[in-house]
């Protein structure tokens, strides 16, 4: 997500950061760098023009020019400029007291709309209300039972009316089922088409007019750029639209759509689409992503996906098994599962500050290391699948020709099983350091502040 732009970005911060001063040829210089980075992104050219005008209006100010970091005011003022192209803040849906609160989902054929629906029944009802899903796509051949399928993968039910096949009595119907048996909320996938064309908005128009819904949001491609930006745009002209949905973001290396869509259309992004599966859709925050494409991580985001994925009562059970040096090769398989539930190891490394993986060294990793070391974590889980539920609670009664079993049941070498027993009892007797307060040929964090304080006394009566 993000990846060209951000690359040129963080080598325009890092040279700005390099000057011991800013001139105003250091500006100059650096606002060229940024407005070719923001066009070849697909960023709207309006949006790129006002976005260095704000900038340089702001840096070229003597508060900055004069400051003892006028490297960072300039970061700062980017950052600053960058959230408010972004939509400024969060905007979350309302709902209100009146059921079912009716949403419509509009767009362009292809955009993933009806996935999204299903994505958005799915986050809904994981919060708590209580979703309806409704397909109005009487057009397209098995456009409702594509829907009714996605309904079934995650559980959440549709009104379907085969009988039916006028999209506004197919609302009106649903609309009455759901307030007879107490659905909250109204999720209407509406039709799409090629191209927008009058016939396609006088529906959309018509459905709108009747179901009075709380929110219409606009669902596009983010991979299509301006397509994306200029459809949002005559979709709100003829409808009126109040969010936009982002899809397949994961793929959007560039980033145009997101970075124009607010200021061409007014209408904030409310949620972005980042993966295939039905809980891959996150709420947009301008102000992180913002910091994840200068390079500063996402640290908040990637705290929340942990928590979704973590249950609190096995976080307690491992604590408690690291404290009495009980950790398991069954329990080793749980974090290596919890660890894919978050997601690819380039996905989990986007949240994290460039300096961060500088520092660890993983700013080097390629995108084909990443996926080596995806697969080398897919068969450590085959390896630890073809142990016994004995062999994997003491690793000590794995001799030989349990490790060639085990090989030929994972499809892996012995050399590789050997190279995980080894990771393992490493990690083992690592997390036993760590529990008991220690560090690993160091000694006690105790005995570490001791020996600090020692050497300060001997410092301070060498001085004397």
Known sequence: MFEALSDKLRRVIRDLRGQGKITEEHIQAAMREIRIALLEADVNYKVVKQFIDRVKEKALGQDVLGSLSPGQHVIKIVYDE???????TSTQLLF?????????LVGLQGSGKTTTAGKLAHYLAQRGRNPLLLSTDVYRPAAREQLAIIARQIHRPIYEDGDCHDPLELCRRARAHAQLTGFDTLLIDTAGRLHIDDALM????????????????FVADAMTGQDAVNSADQFHRRVGISGVILTKMDGDARGGAALSIKAVTGQPIKFIGVGEKYDALELFYPDRIASRILGMGDVLTMVERVQAQVDEQEAKRLEEKLRKNAFTLEDFRDQLRLAKRLGSLG??????PADVLKMVGLDRLTP?????????????????????????????IIDGSRRKRIARGSGTSVEEVNQLLKQYRQMREMMKHIAAGQWPGVGTLAQQTNKRRKHRHKRKRRRR
């Open 82 to 88: 960058l959230v408010e192209m972004l939509g400024g």
């Open 96 to 104: 209100t007291p009146r059921n079912p609160n009716v949403i419509m």
């Open 202 to 217: 006088n529906e959309l128009e018509q459905i709108k007019r009747e179901m009075r819904p709380i929110e219409v949001l």
């Open 347 to 352: 996905r989990f490394l986007e949240f994290l």
């Open 368 to 396: 084909e290391h990443m996926a080596m070391i995806d697969d080398q974590l897919k068969r450590t889980e085959a390896i630890i699948d073809s142990m016994t539920p004995q062999e994997r609670v003491n690793d000590r």
